[in-house]
């Protein structure tokens, strides 16, 4: 297409789009070009012919009448002659056509290097563009992690004060731990108190008072308690499962009451002895529960029949036990004729006549 318009600048350049029409297709230009070259021939003829008209009216111009026409020689070519200037105007115009071509070459390279850095320049600008959009999210991205580092550092200032208190509570703990220690030592060596388990808000006490000589059922169990205490300097002493029913189950109150508490429990436990020690024994060998608060003891016979003893303070040596009632089915079960061989009977004399009573 550059051809073609080459052609065109030279054969008649008003043909030439000044508006920057779209090219034409490949056959249209084929045709005007073909029908240039013809026009551009009939051209070269029109030219001759024109030019041999103008010298024929250049003479004629000069000459004064017909007869002098006749008469006068024909005038000698210049040298050369019109072939000869047309000739070198056909030159100078090849050789201008030519370093036309050659310019147009380099016009055509310095647009297409245009062109070349005009793209180059395209693609700066979007790499510049991505550039300034990734500096904008470096920009926000640091802006959240000096606002997050602005939160870790106040939250970092609160679990240090936190953590502060906290420790203040640790030592107070650890000086608890180190007077409890201390109370559970003397209490040890007065009191028979042997520490199990040890831990934070926890321990586990093992009470064995000296057995007395009075106990005819054999040695007392040794009578096992946990204490726990809680943030508000309280207690709690709960007896363990297996000896659950003898004593109180469990005791409440405040830090410095603790050894007020385990000397109760331990005075009431020894106080009881006999009476604790009897229980212990007659429960392997019958369905009974004890009661202390009611002093109170059932006897479960079978399913449906239930006995319940009272079991006077002071006994075996002040007080005594005593048959309360006998139930079957909820309904009260007359024992006016179930006859006891003494008059005060223990609780185990109790049991076996409950348990052989035929009456029953």
């Given at each position: ?7 065109l ?49 250049s ?88 606002n ?20 203040g509570?640790?030592?107070?703990w ?10 559970v ?34 040695e ?37 009451e603790?050894?007020?508490a385990?000397?109760e ?96």
């Amino acid at each position: 297409m550059a051809e073609v318009r080459a052609a065109l600048q030279r054969c008649d350049p008003v043909l030439l789009d000044p508006h920057g029409d779209p090219e034409p297709d490949g056959d249209e230009a084929a045709r005007m070009v073909l029908f240039l070259t013809e026009s551009r021939r009939m051209q070269k003829v029109l030219w001759r012919q024109l030019f041999v008209l103008d010298s024929m009216m250049s003479l004629l111009e000069g000459l004064e009448s017909a007869q002098q026409l006749m008469i006068q020689p024909c005038p000698l070519q210049p040298e050369g002659g019109a072939r000869g200037r047309w000739k070198a105007l056909k030159a100078g115009s090849r050789s201008g056509v030519e370093e036309t071509e050659v310019l147009l070459r380099s016009l055509q390279d310095r647009v297409q290097q245009i062109h070349n850095r005009r793209h180059t320049l395209t693609q700066l600008v979007q790499q510049l563009h991505t550039k300034k959009q990734q500096r904008e999210q470096l920009e926000e991205s640091l802006l959240k992690a000096q606002n997050a580092l602005q939160s870790c550092d106040h939250q970092l200032a609160k679990l240090r004060a936190e953590s502060e208190v906290a420790l203040g509570r640790l030592i107070s703990w650890q000086r608890l731990r180190d007077e409890l220690q201390a109370q559970v030592s003397a209490t040890q060596d007065v009191m028979q108190v042997t520490l199990i388990t040890f831990s934070q808000s926890e321990l586990c006490v093992e009470l064995r008072p000296h057995p007395s000589s009075n106990l005819s059922s054999g040695e007392l169990e040794p009578l096992r308690l946990s204490v726990t205490w809680s943030h508000d300097d309280r207690f709690r002493l709960q007896v363990s499962e297996g000896m659950a029913g003898l004593v109180e189950d469990s005791l409440t109150g405040r830090r410095a009451e603790l050894s007020a508490a385990l000397l109760e429990v331990m005075q009431g436990y020894v106080g009881q002895a006999e009476l604790l020690s009897e229980i212990q024994s007659l429960r392997s060998s019958f369905a009974i529960d004890w009661r202390p608060a009611q002093r109170l003891l059932i006897y479960l016979k079978t399913a449906s029949l239930v006995c319940h003893l009272e079991v006077e303070e002071g006994y075996p040596s002040g007080g005594r036990a005593r048959l309360l009632s006998v139930r079957r089915d909820g309904q009260h079960v007359d024992t006016s004729g179930l006859k006891p061989p003494k008059a005060d009977l223990r609780l185990t004399e109790w049991l076996v006549l409950l348990c052989s009573s035929p009456l029953l």
